[in-house]
């Protein structure tokens, strides 16, 4: 491994600080003995204050940082469900013909654990995802994706989301989608093969997307249940759902 010339010289500028501090002592207390002992007790604590240092200090400001990432990676997905990704999931839902079998899955409650979310998660990897292309609105989907292009440029953009895996695969879904429906001259009397394309391209999007939003309402949970509250109120899968409070909720 090549060094930069000024590591190398700060190394050796260090190098010859300490061997004339040394050389000071000596020539004021003329203790050769005194200065090899402190040396090798020095030296003996190295390997100690290594471990210190590069294993428990650094771990730990290590998880600290990556602690705040992602906390900011997290009100960014907030602020993607805020904006598209709660209506996109509401009008995806609505045209899966299987939304039945798992819907009742998807009716998030403040009794829910972790031990739920995980579980759940794990049932609906295994859903379908399939939308009905005979119900499909090609043009009102295209409004509503290309008029969030720039937002999806934005975080697609954002260094942050490349620790989130599941995040950003869902960014470049949406992503790709965008650009088949806006690519298209025309979205009325595209022959069938084209819509079950594109019906694949959705199904891909959806099922991103539900499996993220199910994470995210786990995260809102356990740290913002204000928010969680809210996000319950606003559920696109709870057909009974309502942002506002009722008597008998308050």
């Not at 602690?67 to 990676?73: G, I, N, V």
């Not at 119900?135 to 953009?157: C, G, K, P, T, V």
């Amino acid at each position: 491994m090549k060094y930069p010339r000024w590591q190398l010289l700060f190394a050796l500028s260090l190098i010859i600080t300490s061997f004339l501090i040394y050389l000071f002592h000596y020539f004021i207390f003329k203790d050769l003995h005194h200065i090899m002992v402190f040396l090798v007790e020095d030296i003996a604590f190295l390997p100690i204050e290594v471990l210190l240092v590069t294993l428990i200090i650094h771990r730990v400001l290590s998880n600290l940082e990556k602690s705040s990432r992602l906390e900011k990676l997290n009100m960014v997905i907030g602020a993607f469900f805020v904006q598209v990704g709660t209506k996109l999931l509401a009008y995806l839902s609505d045209i899966d013909p299987e939304l039945e079998s798992i819907r009742s899955n998807l009716l998030v409650t403040s009794r829910w654990s972790d031990e739920d979310f995980s579980r759940i998660a794990g049932s609906l990897k295994g859903h379908e995802y399939v939308i009905d292309i005979n119900r499909l609105d090609l043009r009102y989907l295209n409004a509503l994706l290309s008029r969030e292009r720039e937002f999806f440029l934005r975080l697609i953009e954002n260094p942050a989301l490349m620790e989130h895996e599941s995040f950003t695969d869902l960014l470049l879904a949406i992503f790709h989608l965008t650009e088949e429906l806006a690519r298209r001259p025309s979205l009325e009397g595209l022959p069938r093969s084209d819509m079950v394309h594109l019906a694949v391209d959705i199904g891909r999007t959806y099922r991103l997307l539900v499996l993220e939003w199910l994470d995210y309402m786990r995260y809102l949970k356990k740290s913002y249940p204000y928010l969680f509250h809210l996000a319950m109120r606003t559920n696109p899968f709870d057909q009974t759902a309502s942002p506002v409070i009722l008597d008998e909720e308050s």
